[in-house]
């Protein structure tokens, strides 16, 4: 019985769409390829969820689960290395940390000892190409050890694009990896022509001759809507102590969130319908009834589908918000939370969130927006042909 294609997908840098071009490959490939014939598993990982019965796994196991047809019984088994916090300082401390190293190996043996019938498996990589190495198991270390070639994402545009590759192609080249193409993605609509005409596989060979077979390019994905855009449900997971306004509907705390507006003006020349769009999350001071009362006014005015995405107050005491304004909030069915925190340090919060935010396992609508992506600019054949499918 033949071996399995193993296809590492490795990108630039933590949140470099990973998880989504995981899920958005295995829909293309369907069309192709029987599910029961794709494996899929995360050898190092390092965001976990509790199953049920307790077992702590990656988090992104649990997403391709959810949101695919492969078969899937056992994930324990799809999840190898979960780095939890301290990991990395025993690591660090062992007085044996290759035999640490080689019971991580072990494990990731393990897992694709349980995808060997398969005849495809995606593996998915995490954060940039040299994370793990702490612990002796680097991004390029792993695909080595699966024998797979690896699927590179770098972000859009020429320049800084160019950068990118040339850093982490030279990595993986000095790790004598193997990698058999680029997607490119999160590419600005408006840019994705140019980068065609200016990017194409001509380019690649002659900046990169050293690659045999040639890199091939498997798409342009354009920058989706909201697709990266946390919801007010994820928002509220990012403070350590808040409170929930309870009167709003769960469909409106998962819906993505357009950006963060703080609202620093006065009551006397806050105007809602010059500083806030449907979606936004409006930050404002716990005590600011005037200016509560005017957003919430605008939001009974937006369509149903484009409301306000949130609400958060700051600088939250004993006596603020007043029974008044939560009142108001509760009636108003706009996400609202309450944090102790400061403007400005809710709004760095909020900045991490936005740039740090992962799909979740209520977020069906943006799995088919990930389907659709994929259907119309992934070329799943040539990508077939590239990996001897």
């Not at 994930?75 to 044996?96: C, D, H, K, P, Q």
């Not at 995606?122 to 699927?151: F, K, Y």
């Not at 990698?179 to 990169?208: Q, W, Y």
């Not at 977020?363 to 070329?379: R, S």
Request: proline share 4%; net charge neutral.
């Amino acid at each position: 019985m033949s071996k399995p294609t193993v296809v590492f997908i490795a990108g630039e840098r933590q949140h470099a769409g990973k998880t989504v071009t995981s899920l958005g490959i295995i829909s293309a490939l369907c069309n192709h390829i029987d599910p029961a014939d794709i494996g899929y598993f995360k050898p190092v990982g390092q965001e976990l969820v509790t199953l049920s019965s307790g077992e702590r796994i990656d988090k992104d196991v649990r997403i391709i689960q959810e949101f695919t047809d492969l078969d899937m019984p056992d994930l324990n088994m799809l999840s190898s290395v979960r780095v939890v916090s301290g990991v990395t300082r025993e690591y660090i401390a062992s007085n044996n940390p290759r035999e640490r190293t080689a019971a991580f190996e072990q494990a990731i043996h393990k897992s694709m000892e349980y995808l060997s019938k398969k005849q495809l498996i995606i593996a998915e990589g995490t954060g940039h190409p040299g994370v793990g190495s702490v612990i002796g198991l680097s991004n390029a270390r792993v695909a080595n050890m699966l024998d797979s070639r690896i699927l590179y994402l770098v972000g859009g545009g020429i320049g800084r694009t160019l950068d990118e590759l040339e850093v982490d192609l030279s990595y993986f080249s000095h790790k004598r990896c193997r990698v058999a193409g680029i997607l490119f993605n999160k590419v600005r609509p408006s840019k994705i022509d140019m980068m065609r005409e200016n990017l194409h596989e001509g380019v690649l060979d002659r900046l990169f001759p050293e690659w045999d077979p040639s890199l091939k390019i498997f798409g342009h994905m354009p920058q989706v809507k909201y697709l990266n855009n946390p919801s007010m449900q994820l928002v509220s997971r990012s403070f350590k102590t808040h409170h929930i306004i309870e009167g709003s509907s769960e469909r409106a705390w998962h819906r993505a969130c357009r950006k963060v507006v703080v609202i620093s003006q006065g009551s006397d020349v806050f105007l809602p319908d010059e500083h806030l769009r449907s979606r936004d999350i409006a930050v404002i001071g716990a005590g600011s009834h005037t200016r509560l009362k005017r957003i919430i006014d605008f939001n009974t005015r937006l369509p149903d589908s484009e409301k306000l995405g949130g609400i958060i107050l700051t600088c939250a005491t004993d006596r603020m918000p007043d029974s008044t304004a939560t009142e108001w909030l509760a009636q108003s069915g706009i996400p609202a939370l309450v944090v102790s925190q400061d403007t400005a340090d809710t709004d760095m919060t909020l900045h991490k969130c936005f740039n740090n935010t992962k799909l979740q396992l209520y977020d069906k609508k943006k799995h088919q927006q990930i389907v659709d992506l994929f259907a119309e600019h992934f070329d799943a054949e040539r990508f077939i042909r590239a990996y001897g499918l």
